[in-house]
């Protein structure tokens, strides 16, 4: 008896009513084409590394969730750590050409891809330096393993990857076609033309990497060298795996001697491993000191009836605090906080941001390079600074949001390269002032994260009212193959 009719913009004086259906799009069809970009550009474009043999399909799962949910908060984050291995890959390609290795060998032995086995089993991921070690001793030969096997592996070539740039590549069309025809683009769809963008540094770096790989090679030690082993406390522990405990360890209080060393009086001081021991010690004091504060406060001898608003609130930071932790650890982890070259013995995956230590001493280049792409990928959310909003706050608070997504890194792109100058009196006057742009930054950083989730929380909530010129569709673009 009655007939449902399909849904229509009621936006007032609406001149897209006189438009059939198929020259409009729903809200449904906007969160559609958004949704599938984002995931295809956090989700399919991450190559993760090669998870360990005895990993449930949850495990890997839920590491691989959370690589993407730190890619939508801050996915420049995500291009240094592409970077770094991309440094890293290309390397190992120059060093071991004569025996045939490329970039995709590069990043195999970086995600894990060597296992080195004992007795037939499993004992601990091997990297590069220690792989290197062992040939060296004799105990191991070079794996033989050609490009193509690993390929063989990969769970993507070039038609997956295909794929996913074709459907960003869409949607990067379809939003300059809709600029140049003057229709309204909602911040949804400018969100995910910032992630579209940066998808294609991503693939640019991560082209020659394997995907999805879940069984590393094998690396077998030889049977002269197997046989001398001796029986400690622990069982039996083979003269190479001590030595690997002794080298592990090594590292460990190298790396901790340099952290000591770090902003000192060196000439030329390392602003990425700065800025990780820097936020490691807020992560380990700040809790310690408002803990204590606020146990002091709630301890006192007065009426607990009194005091319950402050107890609730130390409960509520403690838990605010701690959540901040855990989210910065993964981001200190993709610039580069675990730089140790050798696995700690029995353990038989690489660290979920690994990256080799060959690209530390680019580590300027490369920061100062993903500065630039997060200024673009901000600066692409500033196109919406003259759109239309659902109220004069959101507007204000899109803005906001928006500079200091761009404005931090600037800061430290500026930072970065005075830490480089050269000139003695420059260099004089930036000793004076960078304790300033350093903690400037590294409130940024907390300033950043919150100004991401606005956004993204923000280009959902506008799509409550939209303007009538954002139902309209480019007619030709809906030709073009996309999800």
Wanted: proline content about 4%; charged content about 20%.
């Amino acid at each position: 008896m009655f007939r449902k009719f399909p849904d229509i913009p009621t936006a007032p004086n609406c001149q897209c009513l006189l438009k059939t259906s198929t020259e409009l799009r729903s809200i449904w069809d906007i969160i559609w084409s958004c949704a599938a970009t984002i995931f295809a550009c956090t989700f399919l474009s991450i190559h993760p590394n090669i998870p360990a043999p005895d990993e449930s399909w949850w495990k890997v799962t839920r590491r691989r969730t959370k690589i993407m949910i730190y890619a939508i908060i801050a996915p420049e984050m995500v291009i240094w750590w592409a970077m770094r291995q991309w440094v890293g890959a290309r390397k190992v390609a120059r060093d071991y050409e004569a025996h045939g290795w490329t970039k995709t060998h590069g990043y195999f032995v970086q995600m894990g891809g060597f296992m080195l086995f004992e007795n037939g089993i499993p004992s601990r991921t091997l990297l590069l330096p220690e792989l290197e070690d062992l040939m060296k001793e004799g105990n191991v030969d070079l794996p033989d393993v050609t490009e193509d096997d690993i390929e063989d592996k990969s769970k993507g070539d070039i038609l997956s990857k295909g794929l996913v740039l074709l459907q960003t590549s869409w949607f990067i069309v379809q939003c300059i076609a809709r600029g140049i025809q003057g229709l309204a683009l909602t911040e949804l769809e400018l969100v995910t033309l910032a992630f579209a963008v940066l998808n294609g540094v991503m693939y640019f770096l991560w082209w020659n990497k394997p995907l999805d790989v879940k069984c590393a090679v094998p690396v077998h030690l030889k049977e002269d060298i197997r046989s001398k082993s001796r029986v400690g406390n622990g069982g039996i522990v083979t003269i190479n795996e001590k030595a690997v405990e002794e080298e592990w360890e090594s590292e460990r209080k190298k790396e901790a001697d340099e952290a000591e060393k770090i902003g000192g009086k060196s000439k030329k001081r390392d602003v990425v491993r700065l800025a990780i021991t820097t936020i490691k010690s807020w992560t380990f004091w700040i809790p310690r000191v408002l803990g204590s504060m606020f146990a002091s406060i709630t301890d006192c001898h007065c009426d607990s009836r009194f005091w319950w608003p402050v107890k609730l609130l130390r409960y509520i930071l403690k838990g605010f605090i701690n959540l901040s932790i855990a989210a910065l650890h993964p981001l200190i982890d993709m610039l580069g906080a675990d730089r140790s070259d050798f696995i700690e013995p029995g353990v038989k995956r690489v660290s979920t941001f690994y990256a080799s230590k060959a690209a530390d001493d680019r580590d300027d280049i490369m920061a100062s390079i993903s500065a630039v792409i997060a200024a673009v990928f901000g600066g692409i959310h500033c196109i919406a600074w003259s759109f239309q909003f659902p109220s004069y706050q959101e507007r204000i608070l899109w803005r906001v949001s928006s500079l200091i997504i761009v404005a931090v890194p600037i800061v430290f792109l500026f930072t970065c390269i005075m830490n480089n100058v050269t000139s003695t009196t420059i260099e004089k006057y930036w000793e004076a002032i960078e304790p300033v742009f350093k903690y400037t930054v590294l409130l940024g950083v907390v300033f950043y994260i919150f100004a991401r989730l606005i956004l993204l929380m923000q280009a959902i909530i506008s799509l409550r009212s939209l303007s009538s010129g954002a139902y309209e569709t480019v007619q030709w673009i809906t030709f073009v193959p996309h999800i």
